[in-house]
């Protein structure tokens, strides 16, 4: 039952081969003998034996195995094979026939290989047919034409010997016009898996089952009060829909007994679909309306993972490899996994209710060396889902080890089995390519279970993303070998918790034993440069925020996504969403900035100069700390110095002003430079750089103004006197009036109405005008006033 050394990439020895090919060609030396004792005529009525191999036209017609049913069977069962035969040659095919051929025991791992490999090769030994009324007839095949065949016979009449794997075979004979005798004309190989019997003891087997998918949220939200999330496209909403990849994996897994692997993204983003969601249009964004078919998916996924293992991966599911090899030299790579690590507790269990584990990391097709284990386990896992391609058994082990391998610092290697974990890659969507798969599958797994009377426990890591066609493949292959009598379930804690073998391999390869299929598809050294360069703004710009964690989430998130294994073979896609979420972040931190300057003119020896911060976030944002900078302090001193810093907040969506005071030492430009800080002494935004004219006012111009303004109080002064002056005369002249009046009574006027006297006001209005000047009288300082205006350059009192 054992051979040594049959592991993933060997084939049977040559010597093996010789035998089986030498041993057909002594069973058809009858006919060989036969038929040179013909006439020429002979070939048409040659009957030829079941065992003999094709001699002409090989494969001219295309068998098609689309179903077999059931794939184990036990004792007692009907086995029904149905699919379609096709000719694909250039004449009709007459007098043909579709039968069933069960051929020898399948002893090892590596011979299951050789036959699924030439599953169709005519050279190759064909078993016999088995009785002729399991044949379903035709009497001719078109060229071109498929033609279905469905044939039941009981698991009896196939003669399987002791347990084990069997080859089966469907072959197609008949005759063409140029070649008028039955021969075989097409053949297509599988397996039959043989246990009636429940073995003892039965292989514990775990199958990861992953829900894992692509990048579909941006780092951009939308400015309201929820941050309304933006999604990249609708790619997810297609997934989860009935029908689609990721609904169909629910589905299928919830009736399996297997352990669940989700990406904490994937959760996240299924729940940020339930309420409101908008989608990326060219450059505009339009509402999301799948909200009905979010909550459905997840209210599923719920109930099929209910009192089941489930294993979270870190967020976004970062590309160990990929940071091993090209990002633990850049600073804050390693960070980043550990934020990764750090999210999964809130943001699995809120949405699954299920608490996760989240002791395992995962690289890429299970494919590690030193510097993988040494970076996934420096975020706290302390297990290692490998596989066995790359931790290769290198004692000569006759059969399969155990899964778990302790590698040394407390990690254990949990190490998948590499032909059971890639047996559902490639093109599955035709019925063929899925039914050959799934009988492989257990032709691998029962050959595995009978290589040793040891117990051991086998781990299964399929593809991250398996299409639709895949996981109904995996899904029935996981039901016939849960259904199957040599295998049991077993959680994958439970395998790594296994006693291991003691000779089997626990040594890590090297870097460079890495595949290089894999290396040219890693995230490069640019990636995690870029990647750091956008943590380091997002540190400058958290710590101006009132409000960081509106920024803060959603971009540490897009972050994480920056690193995702699922960018592997999507270069362009990978390097167009990083520099998407630099960019976004970018124009958030442009959004508090300094007003532009233009020249300012200082005229005197000091000024205070505004300089304007402007936000236009909706949160408020400080306290930041502005910095005026004077590049020649010798001819403009900042308050005294060569550069003033004062603290500066605003309110969301408010522009604040702040003044600084300057003072001028001589004439001339002096360029200053406005520049915002953060409180821990980083440069905050783009500077402002304007210049300041100074004109110092000299000496000589103070004393030419001080003059001048001497002038004018003097003279506003001698105004004021002469008007001082001309008042007191007016009284005294009335007071000499009336005294008069008082001594000579008798020259007043008798009666006011004689014709003979003026009136009073008449003699007031021209007092003594024929009066001779007095001596005593002053000199009038003014002209007397002319009602004529005054002439052009004419100094007029008023």
Same mark, same amino acid.
């Given at each position: ?72 069977? *036990? ?154 999330p933006v999604f990249l496209n609708d790619d997810l909403a297609k997934e989860i829909s009935p029908g689609g990849r990721l609904n169909q994996m629910v589905t299928l ?30 450059d505009t964004t339009t509402a999301g309306a799948h909200q009905a078919v979010a909550k459905q998916w997840l209210a599923d996924l719920q109930d099929a993972v209910a ?33 990764? *690590? ?163 391999? *626990? ?154 005071? *300057? ?136």
């Amino acid at each position: 039952m054992a051979e040594a050394a049959d592991f993933q990439g060997t084939s049977p020895s040559p010597a093996r081969r010789w035998l089986r090919r030498t041993t057909a060609l002594i069973a058809g030396a009858p006919l060989l003998a036969g038929l040179l004792q013909l006439p020429a005529a002979g070939p048409a009525h040659a009957d030829v034996p079941s065992s003999a191999k094709a001699a002409s036209d090989p494969g001219s017609v295309a068998v098609a195995i689309d179903s077999l049913t059931p794939a184990a069977p *036990t004792d007692g069962d009907t086995v029904t094979v149905s699919g379609t035969v096709t000719n694909h040659g250039k004449q009709t095919v007459t007098d043909a026939h579709v039968r069933l051929r069960p051929g020898a025991e399948v002893n090892t791992r590596s011979a299951v290989d050789e036959i699924a490999k030439n599953s169709d090769d005519l050279q190759e030994a064909i078993g016999p047919e088995i009785d002729d009324k399991y044949t379903e007839k035709f009497s001719k095949l078109t060229p071109g034409v498929a033609e279905h065949f469905n044939i039941s016979v009981p698991v009896d009449d196939l003669d399987l010997g002791e347990d084990g794997v069997y080859e089966f075979a469907v072959s197609l004979s008949g005759q063409t016009s140029s070649q008028p005798w039955e021969r075989i004309l097409g053949i297509q190989r599988t397996f039959l898996p043989w246990q009636p019997r429940a073995a003892d003891p039965r292989t514990k087997t775990t199958a990861l089952w992953p829900l894992v998918s692509t990048t579909h949220m941006a780092a951009e939200t939308g400015p309201n009060e929820e941050q309304t999330p933006v999604f990249l496209n609708d790619d997810l909403a297609k997934e989860i829909s009935p029908g689609g990849r990721l609904n169909q994996m629910v589905t299928l897994g919830k009736e399996l007994d297997v352990t669940w692997v989700v990406d904490p993204d994937l959760l996240a983003s299924v729940d940020a679909m339930t309420g409101s969601y908008r989608v990326r249009d060219g450059d505009t964004t339009t509402a999301g309306a799948h909200q009905a078919v979010a909550k459905q998916w997840l209210a599923d996924l719920q109930d099929a993972v209910a009192d089941k293992e489930v294993v979270a991966l870190p967020f976004a599911d970062p590309d160990l490899a990929s940071l091993a090899h090209n990002g633990t030299d850049v600073t804050g790579s390693l960070s980043q996994l550990k934020d990764a *690590t750090d999210v999964i507790t809130n943001t699995v269990e809120p949405i699954l209710h299920v608490k996760p584990s989240t002791d395992f990391a995962w690289p890429v097709n299970g494919a590690v060396d030193r510097s993988i284990v040494k970076v996934a386990t420096s975020a706290g896992a302390d297990k290692v889902i490998a596989r066995s391609d790359s931790l290769q058994e290198t004692h000569g082990l006759p059969y399969t080890p155990s899964a778990a391998r302790p590698i040394g610092g407390g990690t254990t290697a949990v190490v998948a089995d590499a032909r059971l974990s890639t047996a559902f890659e490639g093109d599955l969507t035709k019925a063929s390519a899925s039914t050959l798969a799934v009988q492989r599958f257990l032709a691998q797994s029962l050959a595995l279970s009978q290589q040793t009377s040891k117990q051991r426990s086998v781990v299964i890591a399929p593809q991250r993303t398996p299409s639709g066609s895949q996981a109904r493949a995996m899904a029935e292959a996981l039901r016939a070998l849960q259904g199957g009598a040599w295998s049991q379930s077993q959680k994958l804690a439970a395998a790594a918790a296994a006693k291991p073998d003691p000779d089997a391999t *626990t040594k890590v390869p090297r870097a460079s034993s890495y595949p290089s299929a894999l290396r040219k598809k890693e995230l490069p050294r640019s990636a995690f440069e870029q990647i750091a360069q956008t943590q380091d703004k997002l540190a400058k710009f958290q710590v101006v925020l009132s409000n960081p964690s509106r920024v803060v989430t959603p971009f540490g998130r897009a972050l994480n996504r920056n690193m995702s294994a699922s960018w592997r073979g999507r270069a362009a896609e990978a390097e167009s969403f990083r520099a998407g979420v630099q960019s976004y972040l970018d124009g958030l931190t442009g959004r508090v900035r300094l007003i532009d300057k233009s020249e300012t003119k200082l005229s005197g020896r000091s000024a205070t100069i505004p300089v304007t911060v402007q936000n236009n976030l909706v949160q408020d944002v400080g306290p930041l700390v502005l910095r005026l900078t004077s590049t020649n302090p010798t001819r403009l001193e900042i308050d005294g110095a060569a550069y003033q810093e004062q603290p500066v907040s605003v309110s969301g969506g408010h522009s604040q002003s702040v003044k600084f005071t *300057t003072s001028a030492n001589a004439n001339g430009r002096a360029a200053v430079i406005a520049q915002l800080y953060t409180t821990d002494g980083r440069k905050y935004g783009d500077p402002v750089t304007f210049d300041v004219k100074v004109t110092e006012i000299t000496a000589t111009v103070m004393l030419v103004i001080g003059g001048g303004v001497l002038l004018l109080v003097l003279a506003g002064f001698r105004m004021y006197t002469q008007r001082k002056r001309a008042a007191g005369r007016e009284s005294e002249k009335s007071e000499t009036d009336e005294t008069r009046d008082a001594e000579n009574p008798e020259d007043a006027p008798k009666n006011p109405e004689s014709s003979d006297e003026r009136p009073k006001e008449e003699s007031e209005a021209h007092p003594r005008a024929s009066a001779p000047e007095q001596p005593s009288d002053p000199t009038p300082d003014t002209a007397a006033e002319d009602g004529d205006p005054s002439g052009t350059g004419e100094r007029v009192d008023r």
